[in-house]
């Protein structure tokens, strides 16, 4: 059974800093572009950064450049999203999904998890 499981969610300072996970089972993460997006209460879910399957090359959204970093570990079947200076308006649902195309689009995003909430608050 093909499944994406986030964990590392939670609440935080602003300034701090969190690592989310993205654990596959039931397929090969390293075949796939693996996106993070992030819903907040009353707003559209945001692509956050994706890291790709042939190269491994990375991107992200300009709000977040500089202060998070995708990785993955193909030995463990898991992506990771670190987040470094959380800022309040981070907090939201965050999301890890996987392409069998390579994409890092919402729209062509195959599979998802079903979230983890990171909460940025004094």
């Known amino acids: 059974q093909v499944q994406l499981v986030e964990s590392g969610g939670g609440l935080v300072q602003p300034g701090g800093s969190l690592r989310l996970s993205c654990a596959a089972s039931?397929?090969?993460?390293?075949?796939?572009?693996i996106g993070w997006f992030r819903q907040a209460p009353g707003k559209e879910r945001e692509g956050v950064s994706c890291i790709s399957s042939s190269d491994g090359s990375t991107s992200y959204a300009d709000s977040v450049k500089g202060r998070f970093t995708i990785s993955r570990d193909n030995v463990k079947n898991t992506v990771y999203l670190q987040m470094n200076s959380l800022k309040p308006e981070d907090t939201a649902v965050y999301y890890c999904a996987a392409a069998v195309m390579p994409t890092c689009d919402y729209e062509g995003m195959d599979y998802w998890g079903k979230g983890t909430l990171v909460t940025v608050s004094s």
């Open positions: 039931g397929f090969t993460l390293d075949y796939y572009n």
